[in-house]
């Protein structure tokens, strides 16, 4: 097999308050779904990520999706960005697929201090997001882990998880335990179908 290449923007994304978290049919009082406290309150989430780290969880993770499908991604570009954003993971989601979605070829990977949830990232479309929370309570290496976890989601294009505890889609990233990062042979097609077309 070939490498596939697949171009990645990295952010260093602290998030902010939304200044207006009252919309149409919706109530600051009635949130959809687990609320990021800090935003809740109208206290800003600053990222605490560094280039180094971001590289270092890119490596780590290439290392598996090389390894497994001869995925790569690379060149990744590091930038700064902040967004104000709802505190609710119910509209907090759908506002990162729809602002930082890439449009170019590729994928976008924001690294944020925290989400509003018990995950340590989401990923689909072509954005992932990773925790650095969740991250700081795991192994070395816990980091590249569930970066390479995360872009299954947007690679394989699919929120499924899997039953086998040694696959890297397995549904419960224990940042206390070494994950192996398997991938079974129609997970390796799904994903270089999809390197090719993203």
Do not use: C
């Not at 759908?94 to 924001?110: C, D, E, K, M, Q």
């Not at 925290?114 to 689909?124: A, K, M, Q, R, Y």
């Amino acid at each position: 097999m070939s490498t596939i290449r697949v171009p990645a923007k990295a952010y260093i994304l602290s998030l902010l308050p939304q200044s207006a978290d009252v919309g149409p049919g919706h109530s600051r009082f009635q949130p959809r779904g687990r609320r990021l406290q800090a935003l809740a309150n109208g206290l800003a989430v600053p990222s605490f990520w560094t280039p180094n780290e971001i590289n270092r969880a890119f490596s780590d993770a290439n290392d598996i999706w090389k390894r497994e499908a001869d995925i790569e991604f690379t060149p990744i570009l590091i930038s700064i960005r902040s967004e104000q954003v709802p505190a609710d993971e119910g509209r907090m989601w759908p506002y990162f697929l729809n602002h930082l979605s890439p449009r170019t070829r590729g994928v976008s990977v924001s690294f944020v201090y925290d989400l509003p949830s018990h995950e340590g990232g989401w990923g689909g479309g072509r954005i992932a997001v990773v925790s650095g929370q969740r991250i700081g309570s795991g192994l070395a290496g816990f980091a590249g882990s569930l970066l390479a976890h995360e872009l299954g989601h947007v690679m394989l294009n699919s929120p499924n998880h899997s039953n086998d505890v040694s696959n890297l889609m397995y549904g419960n990233r224990n940042p206390r335990m070494a994950n192996a990062g398997l991938l079974n042979s129609t997970q390796v097609r799904s994903a270089r179908s999809r390197a090719l077309s993203i």
